[in-house]
C-alpha cells in the first residue's frame, strides 16, 4: 500500500470578497507541481461562496464536473437546457464532452454556500454534454458508505463517463470501515469533511485528504463523529 497525504492547512486558497476558495490540487491561481492530480482525479476545490454571488458563465470540454453542495444552495444553469437549484445533500455532474457553458451562482441572500468542485478526467472524449442531478437525502443512512457516482449508474448513482466511484457517509466515532476498491489499478482519495479518522496510520483531521493505492483494500477507524467522501478513481 501507499498513501500521499494532503493536510488541510496546506492546500493552495484564493480569498476575494465573495469567495474562499481551498485547492486540493494546482487551480487557477495555485500552482503545486507536486499537487496537480492523483490519477484521474484532477480539481477539488472546497468553495465558500458569499450571499447572492458566483460564477458566470464559463467553457468546458472533456472533463467529469461534479458538484456537491454541502450548506447553502447554488443556482445552475448551462446550454443544455439545465436551469436549477442544487441544495445541500444534492449531488450535479456533467459530463462536459463536446463542450458545454454553464454558470453557478449562491442564490440565497443572507447565507453564504460552501460547495464541492470535482473534476475528473474522463474515460471516453468528446461524448456529447449531459448533465444530471440528484437527492441524496433520503439514501444516506448512519455509519454506510452511501454511493454517489459510478460508471454504469447501477443502484441509484450518478453515472460517469469514467471507471470511478464516488461514496459519501457519516460515522459514529469508533467505527471500522473496510473499503475495497473496485479494480486493480484504482486508487481512493479520502477526503475527511468533518471529524476526525485514522488510514493506514495516518491521523487526518477536518479537511484533511489520504490517497490510497497499491493496494486492494484499506481500513478508515473514525476517532469522532465524522463525515467523509471517498473518490475511487483509475490511477492512469
Request: proline share 5%.
Given at each position: ?29 495555485y500552482y503545486n507541481p507536486e499537487r ?152 481512493a482519495y479520502v477526503f475527511l469533511l ?43
Amino acid at each position: 500500500m501507499k498513501t500521499v497525504f494532503h493536510p488541510a492547512h496546506l492546500r493552495g486558497n484564493n480569498r476575494t470578497e465573495w469567495l474562499n476558495a481551498n485547492f486540493s490540487f494546482s487551480f487557477g491561481p495555485y500552482y503545486n507541481p507536486e499537487r496537480i492530480q492523483f490519477g484521474a482525479l484532477r480539481v477539488l476545490n472546497d468553495d465558500f461562496i458569499g450571499a447572492g454571488k458566483g460564477f458566470g458563465a464559463h467553457p468546458h470540454d472533456n472533463m467529469e464536473i461534479i458538484t456537491i453542495v454541502l450548506q447553502g444552495a447554488l443556482e445552475h444553469k448551462d446550454n443544455l437546457g439545465g436551469d436549477g437549484v442544487i441544495r445541500a445533500g444534492e449531488v450535479q455532474i456533467i459530463t462536459a464532452g463536446t463542450g458545454v457553458m454553464h454558470s453557478e451562482f449562491n442564490p440565497q441572500q443572507n447565507e453564504e454556500t460552501n460547495s464541492l468542485q470535482i473534476w475528473v478526467y474522463p474515460k471516453v472524449l468528446n461524448v456529447p454534454p449531459a448533465y444530471q442531478q440528484k437527492s441524496f437525502t433520503e439514501s444516506f443512512r448512519p455509519n454506510t458508505l452511501t454511493p454517489l457516482l459510478s460508471a454504469d449508474g447501477s443502484n441509484g448513482t450518478l453515472r460517469i463517463n469514467q471507471d470511478a466511484v464516488f461514496a459519501m457517509g457519516e460515522f459514529e466515532a469508533g467505527q471500522s470501515i473496510n473499503y475495497q476498491l473496485q479494480a486493480a489499478g484504482h486508487g481512493a482519495y479520502v477526503f475527511l469533511l468533518e471529524g476526525e479518522a485514522e488510514i493506514a496510520g495516518q491521523m487526518l483531521n477536518k479537511r484533511d485528504a489520504l490517497g490510497v493505492y497499491d493496494t486492494s483494500s484499506f481500513t478508515i477507524i473514525t476517532k469522532a463523529h465524522s463525515r467523509i467522501l471517498v473518490i475511487e478513481v483509475p490511477m492512469l
